[in-house]
């Protein structure tokens, strides 16, 4: 085994061929790291911290950006690092809203999903959760600001997928806020109602707007005629 291109990893050797970060190879290995902003087709942000490893002398890394190095002994699941993962969700939870139940996430949420896996039975801190802010102006996609944990996954995509560059971060510190620039509203924008904003969305906080109550309400108005055309099957 060639050592000038191995590191070890929870105590597997495992071969650097190629890849940009720790984090690359941690998944290579099976292992599954909790992360809220890394998306390997887009640029690295680094901004939720919870891929953060342990190497051999205790220095904590953001796996996501660190390059890897021959002869590197990292640790993804010491007792220090679920105490740090824990207290960001905490944190997480304790500025975001309460209505998992009503949610249109709910059971696809991302947050939610960590949470449980890291067994967050209760948070320490108050609630600090803003009231609900909706701009519900697009006739495609609603963005509930209250809901959004600022892993910055739509901007990202918007500029580096779509070439759009419709959303972006406004406003600084505890105001901070995922919006369209000059503080339009979306459908003030050229915003094409692509979607890819709510598909890589962690939490609820970016949906497509479901219109089934409006489907339903005009099959069942006598006023209007309905026509329905089944597509066919695909072989």
Not at 22 to 35: D, N, S, Y
Not at 123 to 131: D, H, L, Q, T, Y
Not at 190 to 196: A, D, I, L, N, R
Request: overall charge positive; aromatic content about 6%.
């Amino acid at each position: 085994m060639d050592n000038n291109r191995y590191l070890t990893i929870d105590g597997i050797p495992v071969e650097i061929n190629g890849e940009k970060n720790l984090l690359a190879l941690i998944q290579k290995v099976g292992i599954k790291m909790p992360t809220f902003c890394y998306h390997s087709e887009l640029s690295t942000y680094g901004a939720c911290r919870m891929c953060m490893v342990e190497d051999q002398w205790g220095t904590l890394h953001a796996s996501c950006s660190t390059p890897p190095k021959p002869g590197m002994e990292i640790r993804t699941n010491t007792e220090r690092l679920r105490k740090y993962r824990k207290v960001i969700l905490e944190l997480l939870l304790a500025n975001h809203c309460r209505d998992c139940s009503t949610c249109d996430n709910n059971e696809k949420c991302k947050l939610q999903d960590i949470a449980r896996r890291f067994h967050i039975e209760g948070v320490r801190f108050p609630n600090a959760a803003s009231k609900p802010d909706v701009d519900d102006s697009s006739p495609c996609i609603t963005i509930d600001h209250h809901k959004c944990i600022l892993c910055g996954d739509c901007v990202r995509v918007c500029e580096e997928m779509q070439g759009m560059g419709i959303l972006n971060f406004a406003y600084r510190g505890s105001n901070l806020q995922v919006m369209p620039a000059f503080d339009r509203k979306l459908a003030e924008t050229k915003c094409v109602s692509c979607g890819q904003c709510a598909a890589v969305c962690t939490t609820g906080a970016i949906t497509v707007k479901n219109q089934i109550g409006e489907a339903w309400r005009a099959i069942h108005d006598p006023s209007k005629r309905v026509v329905i055309q089944i597509a066919p099957a695909v072989r």
